[in-house]
């Protein structure tokens, strides 16, 4: 009897993150649960420290009851959600007393000193973890870690060689949903002032160029893979962007490039699609340790069944409001400034995924609207956006120019105006698609090269073979289900 509400206390703890690993190792590598398990691990020091050392201050009290309780509590509230689903439940006031019930238990288990409950819930929790273990055992073992799912019709390895030229630092700004010059035309934005002045520093404006995909997770996906997805398979959202970034079935083909080249790989993200660091992939702008921890993306779905979640999103929201001026590329700037030393190694591949002009939407200035306005879908509020994005890229290429002279960069939309995604219409493919090359790799490109043939230009003076085929493509999706999703190819009309 003296030992198992230990016992019982780590189980309860432990329980909701095994739980949780044993439901996603499919999806995420196990580097994504370990700030779960510290915490959890965390908690089960708190409560061990408690009981023994407050004990010691204040004799005859039960605090092990009390962290009994409170690990019960920790282990139901994960139940939360999927209660109030199973129930249907609306209203808030039943939730209440479902969270009323939860505490109930809790408390009453918590609070019962008897050796055979402990033995049961002891059996209880293993059971659960038993159960979970063999539910997805036999998915664990169907998941083809080595299925293709992209072509092989521009990427191989093999053809790049390091000792062919000088290294030169490649920015990549993938801007997203911003559209190209002629759409933004049609719309009664002329951006003519801005191109001419992109052009007087060494850009080409690539005018008719068109996404592969019209999807932020596909197209970014295929600029990762450096290749077009293969159509007509279903294809498991693991294998599109964010995903195929931290595959643990393997680096997408950009990463190996990089890799082999001596490159570093650096990912300045935005509030949509997290940067986790990792031996590849080095994050920019990274948060303070409590901001971190607050937006693993592991930790948030971790608490999305839970009780905690609202707590978390709150204290997220609070901090996350004070620079939120700030675009991606402003933050960049402030990294080019401080970061000479890395800037002159020369071997950096940069990749700023900025949300701009997608929403929230800025006014020209890149001033936030205020809260009700921002993700308003409204033609005149993207127009807006797009200004600030263009502001944003003729700063930063000012600055470019100041700390880095001879570098690579691409400023490229991921997809068109998003009102006409799911669709074959040619708007929701015109991209804003401009690069520049380093002088040792300079080249004329096809102004009608879209994301995947981009990034292969970009990496073009690294080929032994210089010269890329012709294969621009357009893809939509055909069918989307549990399978994966299906693309299909298109004319755009
Ligand atoms: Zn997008």
């Known amino acids: 009897m003296k030992k198992n509400y230990l016992f019982l206390i780590f189980l309860f703890i432990l329980n909701p993150p095994l739980i949780f690993l044993l439901n996603n190792i499919n999806y995420y590598s196990f580097s994504h649960f370990k700030i779960i398990f510290l915490f959890a691990m965390m908690l089960f020091s708190l409560a061990i420290f408690f009981i023994y050392v407050l004990k010691k201050f204040f004799s005859k009290r039960n605090f092990e009851n009390f962290f009994l309780f409170l690990s019960i509590l920790w282990f139901l509230q994960f139940f939360f959600i999927d209660i109030v689903d199973s129930l249907n439940i609306q209203h808030n006031f039943f939730k209440y007393i479902v969270i009323i019930i939860i505490i109930l238990i809790s408390l009453t288990l918590g609070f019962i000193k008897n050796n055979k409950l402990y033995n049961f819930l002891i059996n209880f929790n293993l059971i659960i973890l038993l159960l979970i273990f063999i539910n997805n055992y036999s998915f664990h073992k169907n998941i083809d870690t080595n299925e293709q799912v992209s072509q092989k019709f521009y990427f191989e390895l093999k053809n790049y060689d390091k000792k062919l030229v000088e290294k030169n630092n490649i920015y990549f700004f993938l801007m997203d949903e911003m559209s190209s010059r002629n759409f933004l035309l049609s719309q009664g934005l002329d951006i003519k002032k801005y191109i001419n002045s992109f052009n007087t520093s060494g850009f080409q404006y690539?005018?008719?160029?068109?996404?592969?995909?019209?999807?932020?997770?596909?197209?970014?996906?295929?600029?990762?893979?450096?290749?077009?997805?293969?159509?007509?398979?279903?294809?498991?959202?693991?294998?599109?962007?964010?995903?195929?970034?931290?595959?643990?079935?393997?680096?997408?083909?950009?990463?190996?490039?990089?890799?082999?080249?001596?490159?570093?790989?650096?990912?300045l993200d935005n509030q949509y699609m997290k940067c986790k660091e990792n031996p590849h992939i080095k994050c920019i702008g990274k948060n303070n340790i409590a901001m971190r921890i607050l937006k693993d993306e592991g930790l948030q779905v971790?608490?999305?069944?839970?009780?905690?979640?609202?707590?978390?999103?709150?204290?997220?929201?609070?901090?996350?409001?004070?620079?939120?001026?700030?675009?991606?590329?402003?933050?960049?700037?402030?990294?080019?400034?401080?970061?000479?030393?890395?800037?002159?190694?020369?071997?950096?591949?940069?990749?700023?995924?900025?949300?701009?002009p997608h929403h929230p939407h800025r006014d020209p200035n890149c001033k936030l609207l205020n809260i009700h306005e921002r993700y308003k879908i409204?033609?005149?509020?993207?127009?807006?956006?797009?200004?600030?994005?263009?502001?944003?890229?003729?700063?930063?290429?000012?600055?470019?120019?100041?700390?880095?002279?001879?570098?690579?960069?691409?400023?490229?939309?991921?997809?068109?105006?998003?009102?006409?995604?799911?669709?074959?219409?040619?708007?929701?493919?015109?991209?804003?698609?401009?690069?520049?090359?380093?002088?040792?790799?300079?080249?004329?490109?096809?102004?009608?090269?879209?994301?995947?043939?981009?990034?292969?230009?970009?990496?073009?003076?690294?080929?032994?073979?210089?010269?890329?085929?012709?294969?621009?493509?357009?893809?939509?999706?055909?069918?989307?289900?549990?399978?994966?999703?299906?693309?299909?190819?298109?004319k755009l009309k």
Not at 311 to 330: A, F, G, H, P, S
Not at 384 to 400: D, E, G, P, V
């Open 206 to 267: 690539l005018d008719d160029s068109f996404s592969s995909y019209n999807g932020s997770q596909y197209t970014i996906g295929s600029i990762f893979n450096m290749e077009y997805y293969i159509e007509n398979i279903p294809i498991k959202e693991i294998k599109f962007f964010p995903y195929n970034l931290y595959s643990k079935f393997g680096k997408p083909n950009l990463l190996k490039t990089l890799d082999f080249l001596d490159y570093n790989f650096w990912f």
């Open 378 to 490: 409204n033609l005149q509020y993207y127009l807006n956006s797009t200004l600030c994005a263009l502001n944003n890229i003729s700063n930063i290429i000012k600055i470019i120019e100041l700390y880095d002279n001879d570098a690579t960069i691409v400023f490229q939309g991921d997809h068109g105006y998003s009102i006409y995604s799911n669709d074959n219409k040619i708007e929701s493919f015109q991209i804003f698609n401009m690069v520049k090359f380093s002088s040792n790799c300079s080249k004329k490109l096809n102004p009608s090269i879209g994301n995947v043939e981009t990034i292969n230009e970009i990496l073009h003076c690294f080929r032994k073979e210089k010269s890329l085929t012709n294969n621009i493509s357009n893809y939509v999706i055909k069918n989307k289900d549990s399978k994966g999703t299906v693309f299909k190819k298109v």
């Open 302 to 356: 971790f608490f999305q069944n839970s009780l905690l979640r609202s707590i978390v999103n709150k204290i997220l929201y609070l901090m996350n409001t004070q620079n939120y001026d700030d675009t991606e590329i402003d933050k960049m700037i402030r990294f080019i400034e401080l970061n000479e030393n890395i800037i002159a190694k020369k071997n950096n591949f940069f990749f700023i995924h900025q949300i701009g």
